[in-house]
């Protein structure tokens, strides 16, 4: 091994390696300036069309909404250049959430500082520009001409589907260029294998544990390898934690002032339909399994759990005709900004149990408890990949999720949850 990891040859794969990446990066490069290329020839078009003018000599109004348009794609390009090579989460859905956000922020500064800008010119643009970002994000996603080394011992543990897999028969690089290795504890503790991925680390050869390769490929943990020390690794940092609460504050009041009307009348719907009170209050297990009250929309008759807490079913009896309508499209979950305003709950993070369920499911599933080191949430990474948990086995495949969310607690992250979560109050998914 020795003689093989300084060879010649072991130079030469090194330097197809770096080749193959530069190329790779140099074609998103291209990409991006192609896509803006795209994207001013469309604010010519739409120039020439609204003011018959090219957008150079068109009114002040045309170039700084065309300028502010291409500013905004120009910084969510090159932060989509920074983070393609993660491959812990779906580039096109972070790219988006970032696009509006910049996008909000250009149209009130626009308004704030009375610059001139054009309604008309930006409701054209401002659509077409978004296609074209995520046309950019989705092949920018595509990960298939990733060429990873696997030592061959691991390729039953791997998904063919998740990439294109270079066996390993021994500690060195393979004949064809690979751009990663992946590798286990197993190969860890191989004394034959560390001259080899020293070798790596030394040469800039991408070294990937295979259960942190696989948990970014299936947004979930594996519980049977998870220990307590995989959470103490990654600890969020208190301005994050900052930066989130404030967040939550904000919007969960600025909802709740936006949303108070149609809340009220959901409310009235819901009497009108049952007896009962139409908020329904239960108690759920918070920050550090501290119980508190958290307040829905009453989606079922007012007797659902006269015989104990339970589980919602698909097809659910107990839910009401309203209720089966605020479930589809998560209006039951509104009063819940009122939890997030007082701390009970954060807009991101895993959804709160019941506590009569608790001591059963820590029971079946002992990590349970250990989604309580954070806040809970409205919407979670659980509840957009997965859904509804029915029962118990779904509720130990739900913690994956949530230990994954916690493990990598992040802002790109939420953004992705974000995102997947506006999709999914537009399709209902999960809904029981």
Not at 7 to 18: G, L
Not at 241 to 269: E, H, N, W, Y
Request: charged share 20%.
């Amino acid at each position: 091994m020795h003689t093989h990891a300084f060879s010649s040859d072991m130079s030469e794969q090194v330097k197809r390696i770096r080749q193959r990446t530069s190329r790779r990066y140099l074609a998103n490069v291209v990409r991006m300036l192609l896509s803006l290329s795209c994207l001013i020839g469309i604010q010519i078009a739409v120039s020439l069309f609204l003011e018959d003018q090219h957008l150079l000599g068109a009114p002040d109004t045309i170039r700084m909404s065309a300028l502010v348009i291409t500013g905004i794609s120009l910084i969510t390009y090159l932060f989509a250049l920074r983070i393609f090579r993660w491959t812990r989460f779906r580039t096109g859905e972070q790219l988006l959430f970032v696009w509006l956000i910049l996008g909000l922020f250009g149209t009130l500064s626009l308004m704030l500082f009375r610059l001139p800008y054009s309604v008309t010119f930006l409701g054209l643009v401002y659509p077409t520009a978004t296609v074209i970002l995520l046309l950019f994000g989705k092949s920018l996603s595509k990960r298939s001409s990733m060429r990873i080394g696997v030592p061959a011992q691991l390729f039953p543990q791997l998904d063919s589907r998740a990439g294109a897999f270079v066996s390993m028969e021994s500690a060195s690089l393979p004949e064809d260029t690979i751009d990663a290795v992946v590798v286990s504890d197993e190969q860890l503790a191989d004394s034959s294998w560390t001259p080899f991925l020293s070798w790596c680390a030394l040469n800039a050869v991408p070294v990937i544990m295979l259960h942190d390769y696989v948990e970014a490929q299936t947004g979930r943990v594996d519980l049977e390898n998870f220990t307590f020390n995989d959470l103490l690794r990654v600890r969020s940092s208190d301005a994050h934690l900052f930066v989130k609460r404030s967040f939550d504050m904000i919007f969960s009041l600025a909802f709740l002032l936006s949303f108070g009307i149609p809340m009220i009348l959901v409310a009235v719907l819901i009497k009108l339909e049952t007896t009962g009170p139409a908020i329904f209050v239960q108690q759920r297990a918070g920050l550090g399994g501290a119980s508190f009250a958290m307040y829905k929309f009453r989606s079922m008759v007012a007797n659902a759990e006269s015989e104990g807490a339970q589980f919602a079913s698909m097809g659910d009896k107990r839910v009401t005709h309203i209720g089966k309508f605020i479930r589809k499209y998560r209006i039951d979950e509104l009063p819940q900004l009122y939890n997030v305003l007082r701390g009970d709950m954060s807009l991101i993070g895993p959804r709160p149990e019941q506590m009569e369920l608790l001591e059963e499911l820590i029971e079946k599933v002992p990590l349970f408890p250990l989604r309580h080191s954070v806040r809970p949430g409205i919407t979670g990474w659980a509840q957009v990949c997965q859904g509804y948990a029915s029962d118990i086995d779904s509720s130990s495949k739900k913690i994956s999720y949530d230990l994954f969310y916690i493990k990598n607690l992040s802002f790109l992250l939420d953004m992705t949850i974000i995102m997947r979560t506006i999709r999914i109050l537009l399709t209902g998914f999960g809904s029981r």
